[in-house]
């Protein structure tokens, strides 16, 4: 499969872009840890910043969520943020102590994510009600978070190398990996109705159905340190490979292609599908990147 890759220089060269998400509208949104700024990328490469209020705050994973507008973790203000289309900034502080990270829509109208220092999965309700739920086993630092196809919320546990899952009720299962320190981190919903995820330190990509069946597939690079992971348009999931500089794709019966990135030293994180076949990704380097099926 041919591909072409663009990157687009953010203002600030050291601004750390980190998450990343598309809008209904196809434009491109970011958080940028170090700048402590949204980002928001037009198609045509312009770029618009918007300073979060918190200073310091640690904008990590950004996405789309109630009210179709962009919703982000900040890890260090302990504070869950919420942007508009037209860069309003709402913060919504979590109980002292919160560490938040993950974040996806619930099937309830809800915005669920998790929290790495309190080693619990939270939600915040549309009118900024929050309910945090405590995981089974302490230390577990939960990660990513997204929703599955049996309407759960499926989230990596990066220290505990499981994942789990838990309901709209708070109900939590957990399912352990077959290999110890794997440390998983991204996880997203693929197209076959099963959860793919991110093995960072056991540089594979994990696959568990709904019934909790897990299947590995070892990636080609050694120490890739496979970070981000997201369903394309073309029946494949999309990766980014932090440690090598690669993007990786990998498709539902486990063939896995490569492909680096131009600029050295890119250090990949967030990675998600965009308009017309396009895959984004966020650059530590201060680049946002493309790729053109």
Known sequence: MQIRMTEYQVPDPESGPYGIA?????????????????????????????????????????????????????????????????????EYALPTGTAPFGIAEGCDNAMWYTDMAGH??????????????????PGAFPSFITRGADGALWFTQ???????????????????LPRVQSGPVGITAGPDGALWFTEINGNQIGRITVSGEI?????????????AIAAGDDGALWFTEWGAGQIGRIT????????????ADSEP???????????????????????SI
Not at 162 to 173: E, F, N, Q
Not at 252 to 262: F, K, M, R, W
């Open 22 to 90: 598309v809008c209904a509208n196809g434009r491109i949104w970011f958080t940028e840890q170090k700048g402590n700024r949204i980002g928001m990328l037009t198609e045509s490469g312009d770029i618009t910043e918007y300073t979060i209020p918190t200073e310091s705050a640690g904008p990590s994973i950004i996405t789309s969520g109630i009210g179709g507008e962009l919703w982000f973790t900040e890890y260090k203000a302990g504070k869950i943020g919420k942007i508009t289309s037209q860069g309003k900034i709402t």
């Open 158 to 176: 990066n220290q505990s190398d499981s994942i789990g899952r838990i309901t709209a009720d708070g109900d939590i299962s957990e399912y352990p």
């Open 215 to 227: 299947s590995e597939y070892p990636l080609p690079t050694a120490n890739a340190r496979p970070h």
């Open 120 to 137: 619990q999965i939270g939600r915040l309700s549309s009118s900024g009600e929050i309910t945090e739920y405590k995981l089974p086993k």
């Open 252 to 263: 539902v019966d486990g063939d896995i292609t490569e492909y680096p990135i131009p600029t």
């Open 269 to 291: 994180h967030g990675i998600a599908a965009g308009p017309a076949h396009s895959i984004w990704f966020a650059e530590e380097c201060g680049r946002i990147g493309k790729i």
